[in-house]
């Protein structure tokens, strides 16, 4: 049998051939599309960490809402270094409608009203051209409610309910007044009255923990939270045969269950390491004797990228307890960590220890578990330190 092209997709932002492992994620799109349907528009968020998966899922939930029939724009944001209020609204009130699979002359009267404010939406080529200074001065937050507004006078013609997914919101880090803005446009009794908008928003755990806090508006307003997690054991092994389905390439029973051990089911690092094994294959099968130079390959494309920015966050002394914690990937509690890291001859007391394991949480390098409890993010990270 002929080999196929290798169908894994080790690239940030590409989606991968088999979509499995979020089925609760799913639901409660539909369910929200089900009550969107009632005139019921609930805003919610999906959170995880890099790599996690929200890009693909806010993808699929594109997907699911265009079969039926329902027009969605799929918007991701960019990360802001100016703090004008302006500039991401301008940016959204573009982004939108350049989204929707539709042409500019269903919303020609929203175009003329972008081009009174400076902002152009070329027919050719569909792009988007911002003059450098919009002519808009007033408050950022009219402009993108009357904005929303004239947009759905137009879309209306077409359909009850627009689908607005927003991808990587944790990039408004530098404005995250802007959030307070969306929400409250969102909830404006015209938007809420007269349009059919159901938002959906992703970002990393860390980019929303602020929102998180008791009785924050921003948390209680976009809600639920979809959680996004590692993929289980039987979803990796799953997702690993049917993506070599058709391929003429098979990898070996040991193969998919070393997979899952050093990946523990993150589906970015998944795709990375698959890429390089499925390369590996002789006469169409990837055995165990070629997971090792699979692994280093992985990690040097992970370390560029990831985990040597990661690591040289930390000081001296903190690369001497993430040293230990890699050598000890299963080990939380700090008291072995200490105990560990005295035996291998460490200058660090426990005061010492104990902020410096506090500084690496802050820094995003480890996870606290619970008290006196922490761990490296994942085990790859934990080899590529190992190595180091």
């Given at each position: 049998?002929?080999?196929?092209?290798?169908?894994?997709?080790?690239?940030?932002?590409?989606?991968?051939?088999?979509?499995?492992?979020?089925?609760?994620?799913?639901?409660?799109?539909?369910?929200?599309?089900?009550?969107?349907?009632?005139?019921?528009?609930?805003?919610?968020?999906?959170?995880?960490?890099?790599?996690?998966?929200?890009?693909?899922?806010?993808?699929?939930?594109?997907?699911?809402?265009?079969?039926?029939?329902?027009?969605?724009?799929?918007?991701?944001?960019?990360?802001?270094?100016?703090?004008?209020?302006?500039?991401?609204?301008?940016?959204?009130?573009?982004?939108?409608?350049?989204?929707?699979?539709?042409?500019?002359?269903?919303?020609?009267?929203?175009?003329?009203?972008?081009?009174?404010?400076?902002?152009?939406?070329?027919?050719?080529?569909?792009?988007?051209?911002?003059?450098?200074?919009?002519?808009?001065?007033?408050?950022?937050?009219?402009?993108?409610?009357?904005?929303?507004?004239?947009?759905?006078?137009?879309l209306k013609k077409e359909m009850e309910t627009a689908v607005v997914l927003l991808d990587d919101v944790h990039n408004y880090k530098i404005v995250p007044e802007f959030l307070t803005l969306l929400k409250n446009v969102l909830s404006d009794e015209e938007i809420v009255k007269r349009t059919g908008y159901l938002f959906v928003l992703s970002s990393t755990y860390k980019g929303w923990s602020k929102f998180m806090q008791k009785h924050h508006p921003i948390g209680r307003y976009f809600i639920p939270i979809v959680r996004l997690k590692n993929l289980s054991k039987e979803e990796v092994i799953e997702i690993v045969d049917k993506t070599l389905d058709s391929t003429g390439v098979v990898f070996e029973r040991d193969v998919k269950k070393t997979i899952f051990k050093y990946t523990e089911g993150h589906p970015f690092q998944l795709q990375v390491l698959c890429d390089y094994l499925y390369e590996s294959q002789v006469e169409g099968v990837v055995r165990i004797d070629s997971f090792g130079s699979s692994l280093d390959k992985t990690l040097e494309d992970l370390g560029e990228i990831i985990f040597t920015p990661l690591y040289n966050r930390a000081s001296e002394k903190e690369k001497q307890i993430l040293k230990v914690m890699a050598n000890n990937y299963n080990t939380k509690s700090v008291d072995k960590l200490m105990s560990i890291a005295v035996n291998k001859g460490t200058d660090i007391d426990k005061g010492a220890f104990n902020v410096l394991l506090s500084r690496l949480v802050e820094k995003g390098i480890i996870t606290k578990t619970g008290r006196g409890s922490y761990i490296l993010p994942n085990r790859l990270l934990a080899e590529y330190i190992r190595r180091i």
């Amino acid at each position: 049998m002929k080999i196929a092209s290798n169908p894994f997709t080790p690239k940030s932002g590409m989606e991968p051939r088999v979509f499995l492992g979020r089925e609760k994620g799913l639901a409660t799109f539909c369910a929200q599309l089900e009550r969107a349907g009632n005139n019921y528009y609930n805003h919610y968020i999906v959170l995880g960490d890099w790599g996690i998966g929200k890009t693909t899922l806010l993808k699929e939930y594109k997907k699911i809402a265009q079969t039926q029939g329902i027009l969605t724009s799929f918007v991701s944001i960019r990360e802001y270094t100016e703090r004008e209020l302006i500039v991401p609204a301008v940016q959204l009130i573009t982004h939108i409608p350049r989204g929707l699979p539709i042409k500019f002359e269903k919303i020609k009267n929203f175009v003329q009203y972008l081009g009174g404010l400076g902002i152009t939406l070329p027919v050719i080529g569909g792009g988007i051209q911002l003059t450098s200074k919009p002519k808009y001065k007033g408050d950022p937050q009219v402009l993108l409610l009357d904005a929303l507004l004239r947009l759905w006078n137009e879309l209306k013609k077409e359909m009850e309910t627009a689908v607005v997914l927003l991808d990587d919101v944790h990039n408004y880090k530098i404005v995250p007044e802007f959030l307070t803005l969306l929400k409250n446009v969102l909830s404006d009794e015209e938007i809420v009255k007269r349009t059919g908008y159901l938002f959906v928003l992703s970002s990393t755990y860390k980019g929303w923990s602020k929102f998180m806090q008791k009785h924050h508006p921003i948390g209680r307003y976009f809600i639920p939270i979809v959680r996004l997690k590692n993929l289980s054991k039987e979803e990796v092994i799953e997702i690993v045969d049917k993506t070599l389905d058709s391929t003429g390439v098979v990898f070996e029973r040991d193969v998919k269950k070393t997979i899952f051990k050093y990946t523990e089911g993150h589906p970015f690092q998944l795709q990375v390491l698959c890429d390089y094994l499925y390369e590996s294959q002789v006469e169409g099968v990837v055995r165990i004797d070629s997971f090792g130079s699979s692994l280093d390959k992985t990690l040097e494309d992970l370390g560029e990228i990831i985990f040597t920015p990661l690591y040289n966050r930390a000081s001296e002394k903190e690369k001497q307890i993430l040293k230990v914690m890699a050598n000890n990937y299963n080990t939380k509690s700090v008291d072995k960590l200490m105990s560990i890291a005295v035996n291998k001859g460490t200058d660090i007391d426990k005061g010492a220890f104990n902020v410096l394991l506090s500084r690496l949480v802050e820094k995003g390098i480890i996870t606290k578990t619970g008290r006196g409890s922490y761990i490296l993010p994942n085990r790859l990270l934990a080899e590529y330190i190992r190595r180091i």
